[in-house]
């Protein structure tokens, strides 16, 4: 509280304009116009027992040991003024309390990101730090100010899938195929296309090379996506399903280029059902992510018996799954050395 939100470089002593008195003995700030503010730690809840108060600010209150106690004390002594209001400044973990929060309808969210300061910001830090973590778990935390969470009962976590990622994949790769979910319209409010790069190496390994996902497509669209991607990575196939479809998917592929080799693949189970054994994939140590790729991350761990969360459909997920799948679940035809 002293080091950073009284005497740290955005304290409030490093304010311009009128700026408060400080007595460290008893923790207490002063302005000339009356106004006192007082200081707490929030190791120590019942020391917010009795004090009332106008306002009150919390930081970094997603580290707090006794956040719930601590936060709930302050409540209580908000009771000055007409309108008393709480500020509550921390980088988001998704601990119950801030969860409770962000779901109040009284609450105003504002966020910043790391890049939003970055002319305040050291050039070495934002090229070592930001470009290590950009896009991962931490750094979307971290650098993002986004609330990164778990589902309870969802088939791959956060910390297997930064358990799984690298950051690049082997100079020789024994296959690469490009998986396509295509979607049955490309009307408003249309399923993605899922396109998920994929390629094997001499070791039964995995690696996960490219999330090209289109929103709201039309069929020439994707197409066009998915093989470019297949062409950039020097692929060996393109997996589609043809469920949506039938031979329309097929055949649009091949409408853009005809050399391309497409495996056309069905599904006759649900998509939990599919997803499980390529999850167990994750959990033997056999897939790799090459890199961040988000979006596609978040699908996988809002994943859960009973689909997205949000109702949505896992386009990028089902992509995914039907590369993962060709590459070490079925199996495709006679390898070949492929280098990126």
């Given amino acids: 509280m002293r080091d950073v939100m009284v005497d740290g470089p955005s304290g409030l002593l490093g304010l311009a304009g009128r700026r408060p008195r400080w007595s460290p003995s008893r923790r207490r700030l002063e302005w000339d116009n009356g106004a006192v503010g007082l200081a707490f730690s929030a190791e120590e809840p019942d020391s917010l027992r009795g004090p009332q108060f106008g306002a009150?600010?919390?930081?970094?209150?997603?580290?707090?040991?006794?956040?719930?106690?601590?936060?709930?004390?302050?409540?209580?002594?908000?009771?000055?003024?007409?309108?008393?209001?709480?500020?509550?400044?921390?980088?988001?973990?998704?601990?119950?309390?801030?969860?409770?929060?962000?779901a109040d309808p009284l609450t105003v969210v504002s966020r910043a990101r790391t890049a939003d300061n970055a002319a305040n910001l050291a050039p070495t830090f934002l090229e070592a730090v930001v470009g290590r973590y950009a896009g991962t778990r931490l750094g979307r935390q971290e650098l993002d100010g986004e609330m990164i969470a778990d589902r309870a009962d969802a088939l791959w976590t956060r910390d297997r899938l930064e358990a799984a990622r690298v950051p690049a994949a082997p100079e020789a790769l024994r296959r690469i195929v490009v998986a396509v979910d295509p979607p049955a319209s490309s009307k408003a409010g249309a399923d993605a296309c899922g396109i998920v790069a994929a390629g094997l190496d001499g070791a039964g390994h995995a690696y996960v090379l490219a999330d090209a996902t289109l929103a709201r497509a039309t069929p020439e669209a994707w197409a066009s996506a998915a093989l470019a991607l297949y062409h950039r990575?020097?692929?060996?196939?393109?997996?589609?399903?043809?469920?949506?479809?039938?031979?329309?998917?097929?055949?649009?592929?091949?409408?853009?280029?005809?050399?391309?080799?497409?495996?056309?693949?069905?599904?006759?189970?649900?998509?939990?059902?599919?997803?499980?054994?390529?999850?167990?994939?994750?959990?033997?140590?056999r897939v790799h992510h090459v890199g961040a790729l988000p979006a596609l991350e978040d699908e996988l761990c809002d994943f859960g018996p009973d689909g997205l969360s949000t109702g949505a459909s896992p386009d990028r997920l089902d992509a995914l799954v039907w590369a993962l799948t060709h590459l070490l679940l079925r199996g495709g035809s006679e390898p070949r050395i492929r280098r990126l």
Avoid at 80 to 93: E, K, M, Q, S, W
Avoid at 234 to 257: P, R, Y
Wanted: charged share 20%.
């Fill in 233 to 285: 990575l020097c692929a060996d196939a393109l997996v589609v399903e043809v469920n949506q479809g039938g031979e329309m998917a097929t055949a649009v592929l091949h409408q853009v280029d005809a050399a391309v080799p497409v495996t056309p693949v069905r599904a006759t189970r649900g998509k939990y059902l599919r997803a499980e054994p390529v999850s167990v994939l994750y959990a033997q140590g």
């Fill in 56 to 102: 009150a600010w919390s930081d970094e209150i997603a580290k707090w040991r006794y956040a719930e106690a601590a936060y709930d004390m302050i409540q209580f002594g908000l009771r000055l003024g007409a309108h008393p209001r709480g500020l509550v400044t921390t980088t988001p973990r998704p601990i119950p309390l801030l969860r409770r929060i962000l």
